[in-house]
């Protein structure tokens, strides 16, 4: 009998809503690295390194954080539904609380897939 092949763990297809893939493309080449290879762990089920639960703007969202040089930067995203991890918005952080703005944004894009703020 020959032994089991080892299956690889089921992955998340990644989905961008809005101008989010844009704004992460505009973004350094190291940050958006360092964001790419998060978005990974979680499309395989995993944890980020550095995150945070983003609950005013949904149930299931969080706030990825990476920094270098040239400040700090941060992807809301949401992985509680089966299939998707849909990134809601991707942006530099310019001051120490997030900005209104950039929640409400993620808001908006929360609703349009489905989520009860």
Excluded: C, N, W
């Amino acid at each position: 009998m020959k032994p089991k092949k080892p299956t690889a763990p089921p992955i998340k297809q990644l989905e961008f809503l809005g101008s989010s893939r844009d704004d992460l493309a505009a973004m350094p080449a190291g940050v958006r690295h360092d964001i790419g290879v998060e978005l990974m762990r979680v499309q395989f089920g995993g944890q980020p390194t550095d995150f945070k639960s983003m609950s005013m703007v949904g149930s299931g969202a969080y706030e990825l954080r990476v920094r270098d040089a040239s400040g700090a930067y941060r992807a809301i995203y949401v992985a509680k539904f089966e299939a998707a991890v849909y990134v809601l918005h991707a942006f530099q952080k310019k001051t120490q609380q997030t900005a209104k703005a950039d929640i409400e944004l993620a808001k908006v894009r929360y609703r349009m897939i489905g989520g009860k703020p």
